[in-house]
């Protein structure tokens, strides 16, 4: 009480001073510079702690000595005179004390959680609703509350020190607690301790080396244990799962493509991406369907209080969002994102097709004397849009998905004046309808209704001069989706303490695919495949923090699948072991299956449609299981941070085509296993503004397809190290970013013949007398390595509403040349040995607007 009637009559002293001492907002910084060159003085403070804040004070009317006293009552900052032109600028730590309430009863609220400035601050309220800390801040600081079923509430630290213990009201709302976090790799990009899964904040998200535009596949890839052996960003391996076995859902839509440009781009736009959850060692029983990691991509669902537009170019495409609030309890956002029309192709959109279509009909007809390339045209868009209404107690959500790529090459030969045409064509769409209902504060249940669609097509269409024209090869792939979720969440106990999660999911997949053309000159008949099934799946998880220091998550997950009258168990747990404060151990370990599959083809062929159609499983092509475990720790102290996971992974019943696909062999596929071992280490320290990590993986990878080879063989992606060293840097209105990547080469397996081409008789015979070969891989590609670097400006001019940011990446900024892999490309009647290389030297420039 003492103290609070000193500050009492020191601000009453101050009064006489405050009716001409106000003046408009003005940086701190600034004001600082003025008074150093007007009183010839220096301040001393770091950045991180001026930046952010804005006085009000009239500081060209007032004293020196008047001025620090009102910035001392705005800011909350001590000026500290300690030679006669020298004045230190620092926090002190203030004694907060909260008691959280509900705004409707006033009961107490236990377990809400408290940030500031929105990073977690490892606090909690107790059994009563209060909370008391001592912390360093300044009275413009952002305090945070965090309950579930509640709608965060944000407060500047100043207002909770005016009295001894400060009432925070929390009203119910549609809102869900985000777990408790550890800063992971930079700003934005965080660990979640309870299921061990990384949380990506794209509106947070720090710069990244080699991107500026926030590429959400590009913060995936810059994780420990996930890897791009071929250079695309899209085409994600997953500790050591292939690039199908990963789970990737936008607002619960299913994503069958890998990106833009086959995988070079990613076809989510950060602009309305604002979560991303990766799980890199299995998911919970909530999530199914595949048996490797997943990806879960949420969009924005909170209604802003003003509309907002933006508007960006970039040398390789354009984006546009909007995002309008409706009324108090609407909002809409829709974005699209599109490459500019024609032929013309920047540094940076050469390098990408470089990359994605080498070797490829076109670029060896360019090399060919007797080909003429004329026309060679690709184009891509995506456009999301989504509707948010809170209702009284609840949401009500609705999301729409539109990606589309699309390929024209025409090629003439000048021996004979015929024309051949190609044409690809991929779309991903996606509807999903959510509603949230929060029963209580304690139980809420999450409904969802979706419909998404995949179709990729592929045509060779000849026009010789002497004859009619015909259709070479066409191919179909379709995938139509459709499910049905109920997912209930009750909490019970106090803060912390237990949590059911239990609920039901439908699905139904319809999987088409049509393959004819023409062999030797002679029309074949089409092949034709269609099928369909559903998977009904229930699911129980339990959550409960046991001995105050450990935090357990178990459940099962059950499946029935129509088509082959499939039944499982999926028994999934994940375990947090809190041994200090700043010493954690985890671990966890669950069993997965898979019902609609891709094929391994044994190479980075994304353009090929083999690699592109998915297949359901059936009593032919079996289901994909697997079982998986990690252990790990944690260290977290000072701005270190050491994190060690070691992962084990076993899948079963994968397939490939068999190397006799002719009538005479009634099975067409050849089933196989995966095994998967491999640990990652991550090193980061945090230099206030500076944020650098190491990270280092190791992994083994192997199949065993035992009717292609008699030993187990080294996957064509295997890549057993990989290391990354990465610094980021705000500073002011820039920031900078650069990374070092160094990897193994993959197999060579260039010289064998026990792996099938897609619709080729090659390989071992098909008669079961002879001899399966038994062939090893023929040493490594070489290692590769490259450096990346960014840099972008914000600027924003006084007195406008508006701000833009301008920006420079560069990838591969020594040009190296990394080869991937070879092997034979066959264009007509001529067979050549080709080399495919990663992305070389590709700079990029970027500037949005926004208003």
Not at 293 to 299: D, F, I, Q, R, V
Not at 404 to 413: A, G, H, L, R, T
Not at 458 to 471: G, V
Not at 559 to 578: A, G, I, M, W
Request: aromatic share 12%.
């Amino acid at each position: 009480m003492t103290k609070l009637f000193l500050v009492t009559i020191f601000s009453f002293c101050l009064l006489p001073f405050t009716g001409w001492g106000q003046a408009s907002p003005r940086p701190l910084r600034e004001v600082l510079s003025y008074l150093q060159a007007h009183h010839h003085i220096t301040f001393s403070f770091a950045d991180d702690i001026v930046d952010p804040l804005v006085v009000t004070v009239d500081y060209e009317r007032v004293s020196l000595e008047t001025f620090l006293a009102l910035a001392n009552r705005e800011t909350g900052l001590v000026f500290d005179k300690v030679d006669e032109d020298i004045i230190l600028v620092k926090k002190i730590a203030y004694n907060v004390c909260v008691r959280l309430v509900d705004q409707g009863s006033g009961g107490d609220l236990s377990g809400v959680q408290i940030l500031l400035n929105e990073q977690p601050a490892n606090i909690t309220t107790d059994k009563k609703g209060y909370a008391r800390f001592s912390k360093s801040l300044t009275f413009q600081d952002t305090v945070s509350f965090r309950f579930i079923g509640y709608e965060q509430t944000n407060v500047a630290a100043g207002s909770l020190l005016e009295a001894e213990c400060t009432d925070v009201p929390l009203r119910f709302s549609a809102t869900t607690l985000d777990e408790v976090v550890v800063n992971y790799l930079s700003k934005g990009i965080n660990l979640t301790r309870d299921d061990h899964s990384i949380m990506i904040n794209t509106n947070d998200m720090a710069l990244l080396p080699g991107e500026t535009d926030g590429d959400v596949f590009l913060a995936v890839k810059n994780l420990p244990g996930i890897s791009a052996p071929n250079g695309k960003a899209g085409n994600l391996h997953i500790r050591g799962s292939t690039t199908d076995q990963t789970l990737v859902l936008y607002d619960n839509i299913p994503i069958y493509h890998k990106g833009h440009y086959f995988g070079a781009i990613s076809p989510y736009n950060p602009w309305i991406v604002e979560k991303v959850r990766v799980y890199r060692s299995g998911f919970g029983p909530a999530l199914g369907g595949r048996v490797g990691g997943a990806l879960e991509l949420e969009s924005r669902r909170t209604i802003p209080d003003s509309a907002t537009y933006k508007a960006g170019l970039n040398s390789y495409f354009g984006a546009a969002i909007v995002t309008i609030p409706v009324s108090e309890k609407v909002a809409f956002n829709g974005t699209t994102r599109l490459a500019y029309p024609g032929s013309w192709r920047s540094p940076k959109l050469e390098a990408i097709n470089d990359m994605v279509f080498q070797p490829s009909i076109a670029s060896l007809a360019e090399n060919n004397p007797v080909q003429s390339v004329l026309e060679d045209d690709f184009r891509f868009r995506d456009s999301n849009a989504n509707l948010t209404v809170n209702t009284e107690n609840g949401q009500v959500f609705i999301s729409l998905l539109d990606v589309d790529n699309q390929q024209e090459v025409s090629i003439k030969n000048l021996n004979n004046n015929s024309l051949q045409f190609t044409n690809y064509r991929l779309q991903n769409r996606g509807a999903n309808l959510q509603w949230l209902a929060y029963w209580s504060s304690v139980f809420n249940t999450n409904v969802s209704l979706m419909r998404s669609m995949y179709k990729y097509n592929s045509t060779i269409f000849i026009d010789p001069e002497d004859r009619p024209p015909f259709l070479q090869d066409t191919f179909e792939n379709e995938i139509n989706d459709w499910s049905f979720k109920v997912e209930n969440n009750v909490e019970f106990g106090t803060a912390g303490g237990k949590t059911l999660q239990f609920g039901y999911e439908l699905n139904r997949h319809e999987v088409m695919s049509k393959r004819e053309g023409r062999l030797r000159g002679q029309a074949i008949e089409a092949i034709i495949s269609d099928r369909s099934a559903f998977l009904h799946a229930f699911f129980v998880n339990h959550s409960a923090q046991l001995l105050e220091k450990m935090t357990l998550n178990a459940g099962i997950r059950s499946n029935y699948y129509s088509r082959t009258k499939d039944y499982r168990l999926e028994p999934r747990v994940s375990l947090n072991y809190q041994l200090t404060p700043n010493w954690s151990l985890k671990s966890s370990a669950g069993m997965y299956s898979q019902y609609i599959t891709q094929a391994v083809f044994f190479d980075f062929e994304d353009t090929r449609a083999e690699n592109l159609s998915w297949g359901l499983a059936d009593s032919r092509r079996p289901v994909v299981k697997s079982s998986q475990w990690m252990l790990g720790g944690l260290w977290d102290k000072n701005g270190w941070m050491i994190d060690l996971e070691l992962h084990q992974k076993q899948v079963e019943d994968l397939f490939t085509d068999t190397p006799d696909p002719g009538p005479g062999n009634v099975d067409p596929f050849i089933s196989g296993g995966l095994s998967v071992y491999g640990a990652d280490l991550l090193i980061r320290k945090n230099w206030g503004l500076l944020d650098a990590w190491i990270s280092y993986s190791y992994l083994y990878t192997e199949m065993d397809f035992v009717e292609l080879n008699q030993q187990t063989f080294k996957t064509y992606y295997d890549q057993p190290h990989v290391f990354n060293i990465t610094g980021t840097l705000p500073w002011r209105r820039w920031k900078f970013s650069a990374g070092w990547h160094f990897s193994s080469g993959v197999p060579d397996y260039s010289q064998s013949t026990f792996f099938p081409e897609p619709g080729i008789s090659q390989g071992p015979p098909a008669n079961p007398n002879e001899p399966v070969p038994s062939e090893s891989y023929n040493g490594r590609f070489p290692s590769r390595h490259q450096l990346d670097m960014a840099v972008v400006y914000d600027f924003s001019p006084r007195k406008r509403r508006w701000k833009g940011s301008l920006g420079l990446s560069l990838l591969n900024v020594y040009d190296e040349n990394n080869l991937v892999e070879e092997g034979e490309v066959t264009f007509g009647p001529v067979t050549s040995f080709e080399g495919r290389y990663a992305i070389g030297f590709a700079p990029n420039v970027m500037i949005n607007f926004q208003w």
